[in-house]
C-alpha cells in the first residue's frame, strides 16, 4: 500500500510505531522498520551516548529506515539533532513541542521532521515552520494527550494543513488503517499496540498488567499536563496529591533512581518552564522518568505509572512487530476489498 508516508519516508507499510520512553528502544524499533513499518527509538529518556548506542544498534540489525524521538526543551537538543543528521537517522519526532530551529536544521540536512501534535493550532504551527509531516493524536492515546477523540481532531487537521498527517490514538488495527486514510491520513501510528508486542522490552509482569487492564484515566497529577495512564492504586494515591506526598515520592524515586535532589528540582523546573505548576507538581514533574522507568524497566507496576491508550481496553494478545504488521496490512485489504461496491 502506497502512501504519502511510506513515498516521504522509504518504508513499506505505512505503520508507524510511536517513541515510547523506556519502551522504545532499539529492539522495538529495529524490529519494526525491519517488518516495514517506521520505528522510532524514543530518545527523550536517553542520555545522548545511549542514544547514539541504540541508533547504531538498530543499523546493525536492518537498512530499514527508521526514527528518533527527543525533546525540543532538553538542553542538548541540538547535539542530537547533529547526532541524528550525521547517523543518517531518517525521521525526527518530539515529544511534547518541536522548536523551528531544530525543524529547519534537521530539515536542511535532508531529515525527515514529524512533530506530533494534539490540536489544531499546534498542527498550524508546525506547519508553518516548515514540518514535512505531522502524527496527530487524539484524546484516546497513551502519555500526553489533548481533549479531542480522534475521529473529531483528524478531519479538522488534514483540513487545516497540507502536509501528510499520520493519525494516533486509538489504533490497533486493519480496519482502523482504512478508516484514518478515509479521514485523509496517510497512515497510522500506534503506541500501546506496540508496547504490546513479543519484541518489546517491557518486563512480562507489566504487560500482563496492561493486557488485563480495562481502564484508563488522564491525569494532570503525574507531571501537571494531561497524561493518559492504566487506573491502578498507586495512581489514584497520586490523584490525592498534595506537597507532602509529591515530596515523598520525590525522595522514593531519589533512592531508585540514585538521582541527586539538584537533579531532580533541575528535571521539575524543566518540565515547569512556560507553564503554570505548583511546586507540588514542579515536583511530580522532576519523577516523570522515574515513575515511567519504575514499571517499564524495573517491573514494578505497584510503584509506576504506566502510559497507555483506552486501546488497551481490546488488546488481548501479544504477537511479534512482525506478525502485527502483517495482520494490519491483511486486516486493511480486506477491509478494502470489503467497501467496493457488489
Ligand atoms: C508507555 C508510553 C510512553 C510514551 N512515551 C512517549 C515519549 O517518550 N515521547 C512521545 O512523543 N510520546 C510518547 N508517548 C505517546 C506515544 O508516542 C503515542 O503518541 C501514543 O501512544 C499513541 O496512542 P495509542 O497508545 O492509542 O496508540 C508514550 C505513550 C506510551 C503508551
Known sequence: M???LTELVGCRHPIVQTGMGYVAGARLA???????GLGIIAAATMSVGQMTEAIRSVKERTDAPFG???????????????????????????????????????????????????????AEKVAA??????????????????????????????????????????????????????????????????LLTKDSPVPDAVKQVYLAAAETLVTTNVDGVPHRVLRTPFVDSL???????AVLNGARFKKIS???WAALLREGRRMKHGRELTWAQVLQAANTPMLLKAAMV?????????????????????PTCAELIERVMAEAE????GLTPR
Open 258 to 260: 540514585g538521582l541527586s
Open 68 to 122: 528518533v524521538n527527543i525533546r525540543a526543551d532538553a538542553d542538548d537538543a541540538a547535539e542530537r539533532a547533529e547526532v541524528m543528521i550525521r547517523e543518517g537517522v531518517r525521521v525526527a519526532s518530539f515529544a511534547l513541542a518541536p522548536q523551528r530551529e531544530l525543524i529547519a536544521r534537521l530539515k536542511d540536512a535532508g531529515v525527515v521532521t514529524m512533530p506530533s501534535v494534539g490540536a489544531r493550532r499546534h
Open 298 to 318: 524495573d517491573g514494578r507496576a505497584d510503584l509506576g505509572v504506566m502510559a497507555s491508550g483506552q486501546v488497551v481496553g481490546v488488546i488481548g494478545d501479544l
Open 2 to 4: 502506497r502512501t504519502a
Open 129 to 194: 515552520w516548515g514540518a514535512d509531516a505531522m502524527i496527530v493524536q487524539g484524546g484516546e492515546g497513551g502519555g500526553h494527550t489533548g481533549p479531542l477523540a480522534t475521529t473529531l481532531l483528524l478531519p479538522q487537521v488534514v483540513d487545516a494543513v497540507d502536509v501528510p498527517v499520520v493519525a494516533a490514538g486509538g489504533f490497533f488495527d486493519g480496519r482502523g488503517l482504512v478508516a484514518a486514510l478515509a479521514y485523509g491520513a496517510c497512515g497510522i501510528a500506534m503506541g500501546t499496540r506496540f
Open 239 to 245: 490523584q490525592r496529591t498534595r506537597l507532602l506526598r
Open 30 to 36: 529495529a524490529a519494526t522498520s525491519a517488518a516495514g
Open 334 to 337: 480486506t477491509t478494502l476489498r
